[in-house]
C-alpha cells in the first residue's frame, strides 16, 4: 500500500513542483516590473522635480522656505564636476577649448549640477586702515580663485583673476566705470576692465566690529559678478536689458536677476567652504548677518528686496551648486 500511494503520489508532486515553479517564475517577472515600473516612476519623479523648479512654480530658497538655523552646506557640497560643456573633455584629458558662451537661463553652467572647489583659505586679518584692507582684498581674491578656477575650466569656459582697484578715498577711483560712484562711496565690479573696486571709505562703514565676515560676503558678490563677466552671462544680461529698455520694469527685473545671482555665487563660496582654515563659524556668521541685514546703499528696484537678496544668498550657501543660482528661470515674485 506504501509502494501503491508512492508511486501515485511521484507524479503529483512532480506537478506539484512545476506548478510552485511556474508560479514562483510569475511572481519573479511581476516583481521585475514593479521594481522597473518602480525605478521609473522614481526617475520620472526627480525629472518633474528639476522641471518644477526650473519651470519658475517652486523656487526654494527664499522667506519661509528655508529656515535661518539651518546649517551652511560644508562639506556636503557637490564635488567639482567635469562635464561636457562649452568644449569641455572628459575628466583628467586637456580641454579643447575655452570660450564663452552668451546665455542666461540656458547657459551650459546651469544646465547640470556644478560645485566649487574646496579652499583652505588664509586670509590675513582684518584691520581699519587701508593698507591692511589692500592686504586682506588680495588674499581673499586668491582664495575665490582657486575655488572657482576648476569649475570654470572643468566646464570649458575661460578663467583669470580679476583686477583689484582699492583706494582709500572713493574719489581716487580711476576706473572706466568711475559713474558707478556718483551717487557717493560704494563698491562695485567694473566689467569694462574686469576690476573689484573696493574703496576704503565704501568698505569701512559696511565691515565696522568685523574681523572677517563682512568684508568677505561683499568681495565675494562683487567676484560673483566677474564669474557672470568671464562666461558671458553679463554680456547676454547687457543685450536683454538693452532689448527690453534699461529703465523699464523689465529692464530692471534682469537687473536683479544678474544682481542676485551674484549673491547666490558669494553664498556658494563661503557655504562650500564653511569650517575650513579660516571661512570659520565666526567668519561665517558675520558674512551672513552683512548679507541679512542689507546694505544702505542698496537700490531695491535694482537690486532685489532684503528678503530675495537674503533668500538667494542662502540658497546659494546651502546647495553649493550652480544650478541652483539660475536666476534667470526664477518667477519674478523671487525676484522682486
Given at each position: 500500500?506504501?509502494?501503491?500511494?508512492?508511486s501515485r503520489l511521484g507524479p503529483l508532486r512532480s506537478?506539484?513542483?512545476?506548478?510552485?515553479?511556474?508560479?514562483?517564475?510569475?511572481?519573479?517577472?511581476?516583481?521585475?516590473?514593479?521594481?522597473?515600473?518602480t525605478g521609473h516612476s522614481a526617475d520620472a519623479g526627480?525629472?518633474?522635480?528639476?522641471?518644477?523648479?526650473?519651470?519658475?512654480?517652486?523656487?526654494?530658497?527664499?522667506?519661509?522656505?528655508?529656515?535661518?538655523?539651518?546649517?551652511?552646506?560644508?562639506?556636503?557640497?557637490?564635488?567639482?564636476?567635469?562635464?561636457?560643456?562649452?568644449?569641455?573633455?572628459?575628466?583628467?584629458?586637456?580641454?579643447?577649448?575655452?570660450?564663452?558662451?552668451?546665455?542666461?537661463?540656458?547657459?551650459?553652467?546651469?544646465?547640470?549640477?556644478?560645485?566649487?572647489?574646496?579652499?583652505?583659505?588664509?586670509?590675513?586679518?582684518?584691520?581699519?586702515?587701508?593698507?591692511?584692507?589692500?592686504?586682506?582684498?588680495?588674499?581673499?581674491?586668491?582664495?575665490?580663485?582657486?575655488?572657482?578656477?576648476?569649475?570654470?575650466?572643468?566646464?570649458?569656459?575661460?578663467?583669470?583673476?580679476?583686477?583689484?582697484?582699492?583706494?582709500?578715498?572713493?574719489?581716487?577711483?580711476?576706473?572706466?566705470?568711475?559713474?558707478?560712484?556718483?551717487?557717493?562711496?560704494?563698491?562695485?565690479?567694473?566689467?569694462?576692465?574686469?576690476?573689484?573696486?573696493?574703496?576704503?571709505?565704501?568698505?569701512?562703514?559696511?565691515?565696522?566690529?568685523?574681523?572677517?565676515?563682512?568684508?568677505?560676503?561683499?568681495?565675494?558678490?562683487?567676484?560673483?559678478?566677474?564669474?557672470?563677466?568671464?562666461?558671458?552671462?553679463?554680456?547676454?544680461?547687457?543685450?536683454?536689458?538693452?532689448?527690453?529698455?534699461?529703465?523699464?520694469?523689465?529692464?530692471?527685473?534682469?537687473?536683479?536677476?544678474?544682481?542676485?545671482?551674484?549673491?547666490?555665487?558669494?553664498?556658494?563660496?563661503l557655504g562650500t567652504n564653511f569650517g575650513r582654515a579660516?571661512?570659520?563659524?565666526?567668519?561665517?556668521?558675520?558674512?551672513?548677518?552683512?548679507?541679512?541685514?542689507?546694505?544702505?546703499?542698496?537700490?531695491?528696484?535694482?537690486?532685489?528686496?532684503?528678503?530675495?537678496?537674503?533668500?538667494?544668498?542662502?540658497?546659494?550657501?546651502?546647495?553649493?551648486?550652480?544650478?541652483?543660482?539660475?536666476?534667470?528661470?526664477?518667477?519674478?515674485?523671487?525676484?522682486?
Amino acid at each position: 500500500m506504501n509502494s501503491t500511494f508512492s508511486s501515485r503520489l511521484g507524479p503529483l508532486r512532480s506537478k506539484r513542483i512545476v506548478l510552485i515553479w511556474v508560479v514562483l517564475g510569475v511572481v519573479g517577472v511581476l516583481t521585475t516590473t514593479g521594481l522597473l515600473v518602480t525605478g521609473h516612476s522614481a526617475d520620472a519623479g526627480e525629472m518633474r522635480t528639476a522641471r518644477t523648479v526650473s519651470d519658475n512654480s517652486m523656487t526654494p530658497g527664499f522667506a519661509g522656505a528655508l529656515p535661518d538655523s539651518a546649517n551652511p552646506i560644508g562639506d556636503a557640497a557637490p564635488p567639482v564636476a567635469f562635464a561636457p560643456l562649452a568644449g569641455a573633455s572628459s575628466a583628467g584629458m586637456p580641454l579643447a577649448s575655452s570660450r564663452a558662451v552668451q546665455a542666461l537661463a540656458d547657459h551650459p553652467l546651469f544646465a547640470q549640477h556644478v560645485g566649487l572647489g574646496r579652499v583652505d583659505c588664509k586670509l590675513p586679518t582684518w584691520h581699519e586702515d587701508p593698507e591692511a584692507a589692500r592686504a586682506f582684498y588680495r588674499g581673499a581674491i586668491a582664495c575665490l580663485d582657486a575655488s572657482w578656477e576648476p569649475t570654470l575650466r572643468g566646464a570649458g569656459l575661460p578663467f583669470h583673476p580679476p583686477r583689484l582697484l582699492a583706494p582709500t578715498e572713493s574719489r581716487d577711483v580711476a576706473s572706466q566705470c568711475v559713474q558707478r560712484l556718483r551717487n557717493g562711496p560704494t563698491t562695485f565690479y567694473c566689467a569694462l576692465d574686469e576690476t573689484l573696486v573696493l574703496p576704503y571709505d565704501a568698505m569701512r562703514p559696511l565691515s565696522s566690529g568685523s574681523r572677517r565676515g563682512a568684508q568677505l560676503a561683499v568681495l565675494s558678490t562683487e567676484y560673483g559678478h566677474h564669474v557672470q563677466n568671464l562666461i558671458g552671462v553679463m554680456q547676454a544680461y547687457n543685450e536683454k536689458r538693452s532689448t527690453v529698455g534699461k529703465d523699464t520694469t523689465a529692464g530692471r527685473e534682469q537687473s536683479r536677476r544678474m544682481e542676485l545671482q551674484a549673491r547666490c555665487f558669494s553664498g556658494m563660496f563661503l557655504g562650500t567652504n564653511f569650517g575650513r582654515a579660516d571661512i570659520d563659524e565666526q567668519t561665517w556668521t558675520e558674512a551672513s548677518h552683512t548679507v541679512h541685514s542689507g546694505q544702505p546703499t542698496r537700490d531695491p528696484r535694482m537690486q532685489g528686496t532684503e528678503e530675495n537678496v537674503w533668500g538667494w544668498w542662502k540658497w546659494g550657501a546651502d546647495k553649493g551648486d550652480t544650478w541652483e543660482c539660475n536666476t534667470w528661470y526664477s518667477s519674478p515674485a523671487h525676484v522682486e
